[in-house]
């Protein structure tokens, strides 16, 4: 009843309805995601990308994301599939399986705000332009991102999403994201 409740608040457009969830998505991150993000193979991933991406333009950023939106659909994609190919997704994969239905899906950034890796595919391959990036990597090791929970168009889900910046676990230094879909009903 509290769910139906709160999305029923929600599709009203109620600021209430986001705070509500805050704390919840907050303390899901904490206990459940923190442990394992900055994990060696996630780690290893984004570095890796940031150094073959080290040189991209911004123009070539905006083709790379034009050509992921009009590949969406394609299972031979040759932008996305190596994204969502890869030892790491499997593991994002494996985490929502084991998440029992509350994670929804995950997807890692590079230093850039491009995927590395992801556990389905994403409407758009550079997330830069978007919060779930800029206040995280754009603002430092230990930051968060916490998004109101809504209808998601990709998983048809109302979620939130919850991302962190990944950092060099040997400096600290900031070196990309990670943003966790989370359903609000299974965390009631």
């Known amino acids: 009843m509290r769910f139906v409740i709160s999305v029923s608040a929600m599709l009203l457009g109620s600021c209430a309805f986001a705070d509500e969830f805050t704390p919840t ?21 984004i570095t890796a990308q940031n150094a ?7 123009s070539q950023i905006d083709e790379m994301d034009k050509n992921w939106r009009s590949q969406i659909g394609d299972p031979a994609s040759p932008v996305i599939s190596p994204v969502l190919n890869n030892p790491v997704s499997d593991t994002l994969r494996s985490r929502i399986d084991a998440s029992m239905g509350a994670m929804t899906e ?13 556990s389905d595919v994403t409407s758009d391959m550079w997330q830069g332009d978007e919060a779930k990036f800029q206040d995280t990597f754009g603002k430092g090791a230990g930051s968060v991102h916490i998004s109101p929970v809504e209808l998601d168009e990709s998983t048809q889900r109302y979620q939130g999403q919850v ?23 299974s965390l009631l």
Not at 106 to 118: C, E, K, Q
Request: glycine share 10%; proline share 5%.
């Open 25 to 45: 998505l907050q303390a899901y991150l904490d206990s459940e995601i923190s442990g394992w993000a900055n994990s060696p193979e996630i780690v290893a991933a």
């Open 52 to 58: 073959a991406h080290a040189g991209l333009t911004q």
């Open 106 to 118: 995950i997807f890692v950034m590079d230093a850039h705000g491009l995927n590395v890796a992801a």
């Open 163 to 185: 991302s962190m910046t990944i950092v060099d676990p040997d400096s600290g230094a900031p070196i990309g994201a990670i943003t966790v879909g989370l359903d609000a009903e």
